[in-house]
């Protein structure tokens, strides 16, 4: 069973920085696109980035390049993310997900999900 574990989330101020660790448990991360999405209250899950399964290429959301860079370790079995330059718009739950079959931005392509980790951004 794939269970995928965020954390780094937090208290941060405005333009700081902070990094998301993602720990995926399991035989199939390797061979598993990763991504990142975000869920503001009272907003739907918007997606932030994605990596292939080879860390080759990446995928970011427009309102997040430049500032967001999503990496992987494939030996440690964990994806991050890269936080820089936070805005209080960055204020959300962050989620990881994995895909088996699928790379991109849409949430219904990828097949498991962590729980999220808090991010809020004082001004």
């Known amino acids: 069973q794939v269970q995928l574990v965020e954390s780094g989330g937090g208290l941060v101020q405005a333009g700081g920085s902070l990094r998301l660790s993602c720990a995926v448990s399991?035989?199939?991360?390797?061979?598993?696109?990763m991504a990142w999405f975000r869920q503001a209250p009272g907003k739907e899950r918007e997606f932030v980035a994605a990596i292939t399964r080879s860390g080759r290429h990446t995928l970011n959301a427009d309102s997040v390049k430049g500032r967001f860079t999503i990496s992987r370790d494939n030996g440690k079995n964990t994806v991050f993310l890269q936080i820089d330059s936070v805005k209080p718009e960055d204020t959300a739950v962050y989620y990881c997900?994995?895909?088996?079959?699928?790379?991109?931005?849409?949430?219904?392509?990828?097949?498991?999900w962590g729980q999220g980790t808090q991010v809020t951004v004082s001004s």
């Open positions: 399991g035989p199939t991360f390797s061979s598993s696109a």
């Open positions: 997900a994995a895909a088996s079959l699928y790379y991109g931005l849409d949430p219904r392509g990828y097949d498991h």
